[in-house]
């Protein structure tokens, strides 16, 4: 019985973790297709939109940091931290 409980439990943990996945893949391709698309930052619903489209995927990404070098200016360069995934900045 202790054995169909487990199994039971590790099938819906990774049907869950696979639909969560799923669902931000989704997201990660979305928010990609509102940033083709320009940046309307004259129009308070649409950053609306794309801030929480940026939010959920803070929250939801399995994160895969990278670590790179931004050049500020010609003597200047600055370390920064993004997820390969979905572009997240750490701040």
Same mark, same amino acid.
């Given at each position: 019985?202790? @054995?169909? *409980? *487990?199994?039971?439990?590790?099938? @819906?943990y990774?049907?869950?973790?696979? =639909? &969560? =996945?799923h669902k931000?893949? %989704?997201? #990660?391709?979305?928010?990609? *297709?509102?940033r $083709?698309?320009?940046? @309307?930052?004259?129009?308070? $619903?649409?950053?609306? #939109? @794309?801030? /929480?489209m940026?939010?959920? /995927?803070?929250?939801?990404? &399995?994160? $895969?940091?990278?670590?790179?070098?931004?050049?500020?200016? $010609?003597?200047?360069?600055? #370390? *920064?931290?993004? %997820? &390969?995934? %979905?572009?997240?900045? =750490?701040?």
């Amino acid at each position: 019985m202790f @054995y169909i *409980i *487990i199994n039971s439990a590790i099938i @819906y943990y990774n049907t869950f973790t696979m =639909e &969560q =996945e799923h669902k931000t893949d %989704c997201m #990660i391709r979305a928010i990609n *297709i509102v940033r $083709e698309c320009g940046g @309307y930052t004259d129009d308070h $619903e649409y950053m609306k #939109i @794309y801030s /929480l489209m940026g939010a959920y /995927l803070k929250k939801h990404c &399995q994160h $895969e940091w990278v670590k790179d070098t931004i050049d500020i200016r $010609e003597d200047y360069s600055r #370390i *920064i931290f993004y %997820c &390969q995934k %979905c572009y997240t900045t =750490e701040s």
